[in-house]
């Protein structure tokens, strides 16, 4: 089993940053994929950024809608991945989801709200 716990989450003014941790807790396995996902109102839930680890290394994908603005970061010791949120518009608008993925387990933190409010 696997705990998420995310925070950051809140409102801003277009143009403004954010930054969102998610903690994780658990059976971490080395070799595991950790990304933030968004779900708007009337929206399917998309992929926003991921970081794929494997032992000591780190790859990072985005969607195209976030890059050069979002940067996914992560503290190994922490066990927690950050989404550093700048630029953002109102179109950035949702709740977002810290995702954990290993070993064809799956599993969701809470959700938060970010409101990049016009």
């Known amino acids: 089993q696997v705990q998420l716990v995310e925070s950051g989450g809140g409102s801003v003014q277009p143009g403004g940053s954010l930054r969102l941790s998610c903690a994780a807790s658990?059976?971490?396995?080395?070799?595991?994929?950790m990304g933030w996902y968004r779900q708007a109102p009337g929206k399917q839930r998309e992929l926003v950024a991921s970081?794929?680890?494997?032992?000591?290394?780190?790859?990072?994908r985005y969607a195209d809608s976030v890059k050069g603005r979002f940067t996914i970061s992560r503290d190994n010791a922490k066990n927690t991945v950050y989404l550093q949120m700048n630029s953002l518009k109102p179109e950035d608008t949702a709740v977002y989801y810290c995702?954990?993925?290993?070993?064809?387990?799956?599993?969701w933190g809470q959700g938060t709200q970010v409101t990049g409010a016009s």
């Open positions: 970081i794929t680890t494997v032992g000591s290394t780190a790859s990072t």
């Open positions: 995702n954990y993925f290993s070993r064809g387990e799956n599993y």
């Open positions: 658990g059976s971490i396995f080395r070799f595991h994929v």
